[in-house]
């Protein structure tokens, strides 16, 4: 299985912009289609969006399309998840999970996960 590891997170002003990164190890990172989850204490889990193998297609969930851009860079095996037009409600930690199967808003698909990053906005 591939590691992951998220950073970037932190606090930011409503309307700002935070890059997230995940970072893989241990396998081929261009086996995984990578996708980005958050969630709050008390919620379930929701997905962000995810991205193919070879990043040549997305899919972004509705709350955050036109505002999040996922990329990734195999050479490096990192997923980012950019982040901009930050709202109040976008306030969770952030992960990253693979799958080797394809991307979608399934947790079931994924079979590693990083252990979040948190994403606090402000007014």
């Known amino acids: 299985q591939v590691q992951l590891v998220e950073s970037g997170g932190g606090l930011v002003q409503a309307e700002g912009s935070l890059r997230l990164s995940c970072a893989a190890s241990g396998r081929t990172f261009s086996d995984y289609a990578m996708a980005w989850f958050r969630q709050a204490p008390g919620k379930e889990r929701e997905f962000v969006g995810g991205?193919?193998?070879?990043?040549?297609?997305?899919t972004y969930a509705d709350s955050v399309k036109g505002r999040f851009t996922i990329s990734r860079d195999n050479a490096k095996n990192t997923v980012y998840l950019q982040m901009n037009s930050l709202k109040l409600e976008d306030t969770d930690v952030y992960s990253c999970?693979?799958?080797?199967?394809?991307?979608?808003?399934?947790?079931?698909?994924?079979?590693?996960w990083g252990q979040g990053t948190q994403v606090t906005v402000s007014s």
């Open positions: 999970a693979a799958s080797m199967d394809t991307y979608s808003a399934s947790e079931k698909l994924y079979t590693s």
């Open positions: 991205i193919s193998w070879r990043g040549g297609s997305t």
